[in-house]
């Protein structure tokens, strides 16, 4: 699969970390960068960046194929409950799809998302993998 390269260059910041918007105002954060607050409207935001930290609050295995990435299947689809309290969706890697669970403690790494053949370029972004206890 062809990527559009000034497309993926222009979203780049979103690729490789976790933006958000912190409402000066009303207090509130949301996921992604807005120049209003998406709940009340009001311009005085700042963009954080997430600590990449959180829980599995659900999950579904999915076999679809994408294009440059049929390697990876199956792949683990979760919502993600971060520690700043906005809910995103991610990909679980580095854990087998029987020892996923709710309340699973996760933290975002880099990881490649596909490429567009075997010579070519190699995208990489944000996946989640289960926080390992003591190490
Ligand atoms: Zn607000």
């Known amino acids: 699969m062809r990527h559009s ?19 000066k105002t009303c207090g509130r954060i949301a996921y992604f960068t807005y120049i209003k607050c998406p709940y009340c409207g009001s311009g005085d935001v700042e963009l954080v960046r997430s600590s990449g930290r959180g829980v599995v609050e659900e999950y579904t295995i999915s076999y679809y194929r994408i294009e440059g990435a049929e390697e990876y299947l199956p792949r683990i689809i979760a919502l993600i409950k971060l520690s700043e309290g906005v809910k995103v969706t991610g990909e679980l890697v580095d854990v087998d799809p029987s020892e996923v669970s709710e309340g699973m403690e996760v933290e975002a790494v880099l990881r490649i998302l596909s490429s567009d053949d075997p010579h070519g370029l190699i995208y990489y972004g944000l996946k989640f993998t289960p926080i390992i206890k003591g190490s």
């Open 5 to 23: 390269i000034p497309k993926f260059w222009r979203k780049r910041e979103g690729y490789y970390q976790i933006l958000l918007t912190r409402c």
